[in-house]
């Protein structure tokens, strides 16, 4: 889309396997969707209809084919695919995302504890018709998993059928892969970087300050989540370096004072 300034980073171009940007639609209604496709678009590849919310947003299933239409996938929260199994209604959740026609799902145990097993299980079974994502991490500040059981649930979840996995932080950006100020855990984050390949992990950066950080450290094609619907073109800025955190970030040397 760059044509008028050089020294820009170079982003894939749709579908990608990184630089993937996670939107968390937390009930907008489909006019919101309109306008946020009409600027988002070509900027987000996936849209999580955010926890439980499609149960009572009015239109969801408009918007599902609305964000279809407009080359971008939908796909439920993972408290909701929680909300199910804990009512022991697995394959009544299959038949939901049938119905809507979702075609990508997330598998997560953030609200609560599946066995670790069970969860594997499901993940095997739903990516033999679908597309899994799976959530690492709790939703629950007394729930702490160290470094390398975070590398060792990633690896079996991806080793189960997950194309990625979402490093838990919450809308809020204050648990999981963060402190509860909101900054790096930098000993987890390390530990993942280190163990799990960057293109399969898709980091949740609801606050700007976490979306500079992962860029600066892993460059504008880190995969990152949990971005709200009006912070998509201010993230593609900050990925490109058109936006003060990461100004001098991709600029030859020469450039910089």
Known sequence: MNNVLPFLPERPAKPRHSGLTMVMDKGLSIREAEDFMSVGSEYTDFVKLGFGTSLITPGFDTKIQLYKKAGVTPYFGGTLFEAFIIRDMFSEYIDFLKKYDVELVEVSDGSFDIERNKKLEYISILAKEFTVISEVGSK????VYTPDEWVSMMKDELNAGSIKVIAEARESGTTGIYNEDGSI????????????????VLWEAPLKSQQAWFIKHFGANVNLGNIAPSEIIPLESLRLGLRGDTFFQFLPEKLKP
């Not at 629950?140 to 729930?143: I, T």
């Not at 855990?185 to 399969?200: G, P």
């Open 140 to 143: 629950k500040a007394n729930v």
């Open 185 to 200: 855990n930098n000993k987890i984050i390390s530990a993942i970087s280190e163990h799990v390949k960057l293109e399969n």
